[in-house]
T-cell receptor, first 115, second 115 residues
Framework: DVKVTQSSRYLVKRTGEKVFLECVQD?????MFWYRQDPGLGLRLIYF???????EKGDIPEGYSVSREKKERFSLILESASTNQTSMYLC??????????????FGSGTRLTVV | AQKITQTQPGMFVQEKEAVTLDCTYD???????LFWYKQPSSGEMIFLIY??????QNATEGRYSLNFQKARKSANLVISASQLGDSAMYFC????????????FGSGTRLQVQP
């Protein structure tokens, strides 16, 4: 069964800490994405990557960075966590650069609380 | 840039009845895909249905159908014969067929099916 695995289901961190959220996929997908989900706002794209060592800003990149050293792993980094980064974080991956349809597989999410 | 609007924060439906969840979108891309996802309380994102912008027929997947009206830029999800297990958050999303490969999501609709 193909999977996107997020390392933690729940995390509690202190303001100012450096936080790493890890995501691993076993499907050899080229594309990987980080979203945050907040009530009433849906899922918003933070960063995405089309290939190893490649990254692009999404719609709300401020306060975040990412790393993709290997194809299967995409890490989201909060350089200095703040309370307004308390949220559910979802990782996703997809295969495909051409064609009109390709599916996305989501991880089960990491609920981050910054205190 | 793409924008997805879901105007119904919450919906109630009686078991075994049909329900329509609204979704409108805005894009300047000539070719794109439209998606619906279900998110139960467990948090996983479950893919329901896909519609390509050039598909002539409305997509159907079991009890799910997508009422696609391109001129109106709407992509409503119809669930027939609602079941208690359909209670969940539902997200409409879109992605252009060229350029950015990430999904853009709406704010979601919480559906509650009543016995």
């Amino acid at each position: 069964d193909v999977k996107v695995t997020q390392s933690s289901r729940y995390l509690v961190k202190r303001t100012g800490e450096k936080v790493f959220l890890e995501c691993v996929q076993d499907m050899d997908h080229e594309n990987m994405f980080w979203y945050r989900q907040d009530p009433g706002l849906g899922l918003r794209l933070i960063y995405f990557s089309y290939d190893v060592k490649m990254k692009e800003k999404g719609d709300i990149p401020e306060g975040y960075s990412v790393s993709r050293e290997k194809k299967e792993r995409f890490s989201l980094i909060l350089e200095s966590a703040s309370t307004n980064q308390t949220s559910m974080y979802l990782c996703a991956s997809s295969l495909g650069t051409t064609g009109t349809y390709y599916g996305y597989t989501f991880g089960s999410g990491t609920r981050l609380t910054v205190v | 840039a793409q924008k997805i609007t879901q105007t119904q924060p919450g919906m109630f439906v009686q078991e075994k009845e049909a329900v329509t969840l609204d979704c409108t979108y805005d894009t300047s891309d000539p070719s794109y895909g439209l998606f619906w996802y279900k998110q139960p309380s467990s948090g996983e994102m479950i893919f329901l249905i896909y519609q390509g912008s050039y598909d002539q027929q409305n997509a159907t997947e079991g009890r799910y159908s997508l009422n696609f009206q391109k001129a109106r830029k709407s992509a409503n999800l119809v669930i027939s014969a609602s079941q208690l297990g359909d209670s969940a958050m539902y997200f409409c999303a879109m992605r252009p067929d060229t350029g950015r490969r990430a999904l853009t999501f709406g704010s979601g609709t919480r559906l509650q099916v009543q016995p």
